[in-house]
């Protein structure tokens, strides 16, 4: 299996309406803010709505950046440490 990007979950963060933030270290490939992703463990596809990276808005992350990645319509109950956010 060739993953385009992999990201385990740390923590989950409610974001009210923007959706829920989670945080992780990037292990492969890149994400973009954009990007449609499966959320591995409980199956929920999503979108990229957001990058956060040391308080600062990118447009992508790579390979061992620390990052806080917003996704649309997940709620924080659905994403569990060592969950993992695929592309």
Known sequence: LALASETEAVKALNA???????????????????????????GIRTQVTGIEMFRKQCDSATVGDNVGIL???VSRDEIERGFLIIK
């Open 16 to 42: 009210g309406e923007a959706g829920t933030v989670v945080t992780g270290n990037i292990t492969t490939g890149t994400i973009k803010v954009g990007d449609e992703v499966l959320i591995f463990n409980n």
């Open 71 to 73: 996704l649309k319509d």
